[in-house]
C-alpha cells in the first residue's frame, strides 16, 4: 500500500483531466471514481474523486469547485525518458494547450508542471569530469524541449 499519494485540485476538470493523461500516458489505469451523494459538495451522482495508477504511482484528483487554486512551478512531476522519441512524445502531448518553459520544464493545460528529462542528461551532468558535466549544462541551459544528440555533442566534445 502506498503511502503518500498526489492529490490535484482541479475546478470541475477531473475527467477531462484524466482522460487528457491516459491519452499520453498509456498505463494508465483509473482505480476508483468517487461520486457525489445528495449531501455532496457538488451535484449528486457527478465526479468528486478520480484515482488513477500511473507507472505503479497512485494519484487522486478532485473537483474541488472554485475555490481552485492554479497549481506553481514549485511541485512538477519529473519524468524519466530513456530515448529522444519518448521524451519527444511526452513533449509534444503534454504541452498540447500548454505552454513551453526552458530546460524541459513544461505547464500543461490544467496548470501542471512537468519536466521532461533524459535519463543520459543526469549520468552526463553527474560525470567526473567537471568540465564535461559544465558544457552539458550550458547546452541543456539554451535548451527549451531537451534534445540527447545536442547534449551528447557537448559532452563528447568539452
Do not use: H
Not at 496548470?111 to 567537471?130: H, N, S, Y
Not at 544528440?149 to 559532452?155: D, G, H, R, S, V
Amino acid at each position: 500500500m502506498q503511502k503518500i499519494t498526489p492529490f490535484l485540485w482541479f475546478n470541475d476538470r477531473a475527467q477531462e483531466a484524466v482522460d487528457f493523461y491516459a491519452s499520453i500516458f498509456k498505463d494508465l489505469k483509473i482505480t476508483n471514481t468517487l461520486r457525489n451523494g445528495q449531501n455532496g459538495p457538488g451535484e449528486q451522482g457527478s465526479i468528486l474523486t478520480i484515482s488513477f495508477e500511473l507507472f505503479g504511482q497512485e494519484f487522486t484528483i478532485l473537483n474541488g469547485g472554485p475555490g481552485f487554486v492554479t497549481p506553481t512551478m514549485a511541485v512538477s512531476f519529473f519524468v524519466k525518458c530513456e530515448s529522444q522519441e519518448e521524451v519527444d512524445q511526452y513533449w509534444d502531448n503534454l504541452l498540447e494547450g500548454g505552454q513551453a518553459m526552458q530546460c524541459g520544464w513544461l505547464t500543461d493545460k490544467f496548470g501542471v508542471t512537468w519536466q521532461i528529462v533524459p535519463t543520459l542528461l543526469m549520468k552526463l551532468m553527474g560525470d567526473k569530469d567537471a568540465n564535461k558535466a559544465q558544457k552539458v549544462m550550458q547546452a541543456m541551459m539554451k535548451m527549451v524541449k531537451l534534445d540527447i544528440p545536442t547534449l551528447q555533442k557537448a559532452y563528447d566534445e568539452a
